[in-house]
């Protein structure tokens, strides 16, 4: 088996290079990644929550600058990191010998830093690291009897690191499963909601579901990827019409509703999707009709678009744009002052205002912009 060093350049090389298509593919690159991480880390008996954060977050950090564009990648890096933290509030309670929060608190468990917060949530990443070293937890550990010393409290920090280390890479398995499943469970949504890959499968749905519709897909200029939805749409018996991306605000009024897929969705309620996306949404505000997002959840991301780390846009080759030799003759011609005379700009991404979604849909709910 490649050794975890091995398998974190292999990602990062891809994500640099681009290799990797798509925010589902990327975040169960990302996932898997972690999983095996986490699995071959020897954790310590002791500081075991701050041993297995501290991988993540270095890895994290690698697999974010390989490709800032691509939100999906700390988005499963953070829910990783939320995991570890439940996982790890989890052992405590069990250590304490309770069935839930308020017998860990009788029991002294529960550190000053956690006891401010709301009773509802699980303690943060820091408190659960100030935990280790706080001197509450080493006046409760002498209050435990002589069990808890020795050889029998070696034997359990060794159960306990087994177990939180066990009890993470489930919960990551877990995470896989609803990266890889998200698609049908917004298609469930679909027959309430219908007079890219998971457009396609809410869609398909809604036709299995005996939904009389027709569909209108925008041809998705440069890379075409309208040609290949309608194309598998057509094949699965769905009523299509193929339009030009310049097509959308003269055809948008024959519709009643627009649904897209995105490559994000930030805190705010603004959208990251394909160039171009933020044009069909401005036309539908035009038209009063619904624009509806469906979404994964390892598209939600917390971060605002005005924040530092988030890059909203990154440009694409010009090749995608041009036929081979096409503009060969001028490309290199320049001016007096050295500058070209022709230059290709093909950006990737479009950003859309929160105030232009009327719904988003992720694989468990349907929620309004309010």
């Not at 005996?210 to 598998?232: C, I, M, N, T, W």
């Not at 909203?312 to 290199?332: A, K, V």
Request: aromatic share 4%; charged share 20%; glycine share 6%.
């Amino acid at each position: 088996m490649p050794g975890t060093q091995t398998l974190v350049n292999e990602l990062v090389t891809k994500l640099k290079k681009r290799r990797v298509e798509g925010s589902q593919e990327t975040a169960l690159l990302t996932a898997e990644l972690l999983r095996s991480v986490i699995s071959q880390l020897k954790v310590p008996p002791t500081n075991q929550a701050e041993t297995l954060i501290e991988a993540v977050k270095s890895v994290g950090e690698l697999l974010v600058a390989a490709n800032p564009v691509e939100l999906a990648v700390g988005n499963i890096v953070r829910r990783v990191l939320h995991i570890i933290r439940d996982e790890v509030f989890s052992v405590a309670i069990s250590s304490a010998g309770g069935d839930d929060r308020e017998t860990a608190e009788q029991n002294g468990f529960r550190v000053q830093t956690v006891a401010a917060g709301p009773p509802s949530r699980s303690p943060s990443l820091h408190a659960i690291l100030d935990r280790t070293h706080d001197s509450e937890i080493a006046h409760h550990s002498s209050r435990a009897g002589d069990s808890f010393e020795g050889k029998g409290k070696s034997a359990d920090r060794n159960a306990e690191s087994w177990k939180l280390k066990h009890d993470v890479i489930r919960a990551v398995n877990e995470l896989i499963e609803d990266i890889n499943s998200c698609h049908e469970q917004i298609a469930e949504q679909s027959v309430e909601l219908i007079h890219q890959k998971t457009v396609r499968e809410f869609l398909c749905a809604a036709k299995e579901k005996r939904r009389s519709f027709r569909v209108f897909v925008a041809e998705g200029a440069p890379k075409y990827q309208g040609h290949a939805l309608a194309k598998d749409l057509g094949a699965r018996g769905l009523q299509t019409t193929v339009i030009t991306d310049s097509a959308v605000f003269a055809m948008i009024s024959r519709v009643n509703m627009v649904v897209v897929g995105v490559h994000a969705v930030m805190a705010n309620g603004g959208v990251i999707g394909p160039v171009g996306l933020n044009m069909v949404a401005l036309a539908a505000r035009k038209h009063a009709v619904p624009f509806v997002v469906v979404a994964g959840p390892h598209k939600l991301c917390p971060l605002y678009p005005q924040n530092p780390q988030v890059l909203l846009n990154e440009m694409r080759c010009p090749s995608e744009l041009l036929q081979d030799g096409e503009f060969s003759d001028c490309m290199g011609v320049c001016n007096g002052s050295g500058n070209p005379l022709l230059n290709v700009v093909n950006p990737a991404f479009d950003y859309v205002p929160p105030e232009l979604v009327s719904l988003f849909i992720t694989d468990m709910y349907d929620h309004s912009k309010c």
